[in-house]
């Protein structure tokens, strides 16, 4: 659905699973709508990227009633902001390169999104000065494939290096700066006929430093993200609902 400032999209629900606790729902997220907006960047006057208010996931509960903390709340934000980042690589871009210089299998472009750096800040808990600064993102043209008997483009995209720098603040007394590197890549399937993208799948490797006002002053970490978006069927969202 689409309107005259962007398109519509509803979140009908959204679940936390995890292998040691029971499966919660986030509230206030369910049949919430808000308005896709792919030209913004978190600069304008309500710095909100995508069009997304960062002001929404502040102070999260979920179903139980348990507050979530504040790097919790960030990653259910951040959740929304990776799907329709991996989403952007698969439409036209009004300015740069994009998928519409991809004319055959092989070829590969520097996205108009290379070495961009949106704001990540939310609300009072992520603090202003916090970044992600996008690396030489390249977009190729990987192959054939299929989805459910549906033919797809296969597009390979990958981020390059890049960085960027947390700042948590846990209490009104407290701050936590974390900085890092990050690499992400993998594969977006495109539906030839109808340009729905079916599938995506990416990696991300990720390395921080955190720093803290009391010992051992200093944390290193090591991680690796793997996300998967599968395009789900009507049945399937009617029997989720």
Not at 37 to 59: A, C, L, R, V
Not at 141 to 154: D, M, R, T, V, Y
Not at 155 to 171: H, M, Q, R, Y
Not at 183 to 202: C, E, P, Q, S
Request: glycine share 6%.
């Amino acid at each position: 659905m689409a309107d005259e400032k962007g398109d519509v999209f509803t979140c009908f629900k959204f679940i936390i699973k995890s292998d040691t606790l029971p499966e919660t729902t986030i509230p206030i997220l369910n049949n919430w709508t808000y308005i896709y907006q792919p030209d913004s960047t978190g600069y304008d006057e309500k710095d909100q990227m995508f069009g997304i208010p960062p002001d929404k996931f502040e102070n999260l509960m979920d179903s139980q009633g348990k507050s979530l903390q504040p790097d919790q709340n960030y990653l259910i934000y951040n959740t929304f902001i990776d799907f329709h980042s991996f989403m952007m690589f698969a439409e036209k871009t009004t300015s740069g390169k994009g998928i519409q210089n991809l004319e055959k299998i092989g070829d590969q472009i520097v996205h108009a999104s290379a070495f961009s750096e949106p704001t990540v800040h939310l609300g009072t808990n992520i603090a202003k000065g916090s970044y992600f600064k996008n690396g030489k993102i390249t977009l190729a043209f990987k192959g054939l494939s299929s989805i459910n008997e549906s033919p797809c483009a296969l597009l390979d995209f990958d981020s390059g290096e890049s960085a960027f720098k947390v700042i948590i603040n846990p209490t009104p007394e407290m701050e936590l700066e974390t900085v890092g590197s990050s690499h992400y890549k993998g594969d977006i399937y495109l539906d030839l006929a109808t340009k729905w993208v079916l599938k995506v799948v990416m990696d991300e490797f990720v390395i921080t430093e955190t720093k803290l006002p009391f010992p051992p002053n200093k944390i290193n970490a090591v991680a690796e993200r793997i996300s998967v978006i599968n395009n789900a069927t009507e049945k399937y969202l009617l029997d989720s609902l």
